[in-house]
């Protein structure tokens, strides 16, 4: 039976995340969805908050379960017996730091492999950062997250207003 990881902040998850998501869950028998800790990013959701979405956003794949995990990803991939990790790469700055961590992964558990999915062009632009950007100018970001995370994003930055400001 094939196990596998696909781990990131997921702050939130996007419909970029959910085609990896998808793409993943067809290949493998269990894919393991990680909420983790990346010390580089400032989070607007609490990791639970992340998981809840992720996990109402994947109540439909079958073979799909979410995880919250405070820890190494390599250390929760052991936990898991997990074969594998899944990362998905929009274009070559993300190729650079997921051949990075893939390495470093690798070291810290030998034998353990990451499997890149490139996005599909439809979004390849998308990314949780852009999306909480957009959303905090009054954006419509619709196109851009699965529906159940729509309110939640938009209801963050309902009392932020931007427009002209008299110089
Ligand atoms: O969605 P992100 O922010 O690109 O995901 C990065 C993440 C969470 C997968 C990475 O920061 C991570 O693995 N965090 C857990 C701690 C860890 O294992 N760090 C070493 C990575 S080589």
Redesign the pocket.
Known sequence: MSVCLY????DPVTNGHMDIIRRAARLFDTLYVGV????D?HGLFSPEERAEMLKEACSDIGNVKCVLWD????ALCRELHADAIVRGVRGTADLEYEKS?AA??KMLLPGLDTVFFPANAAFEHISSSYVKQIASFGGDITEMVPECVKAPVTNKYKNIKGGKKDV
């Open positions: 781990p990131g902040s997921f983790l800790y990346n010390p990013k820890g190494l990803t390599a961590m470093l992964n």
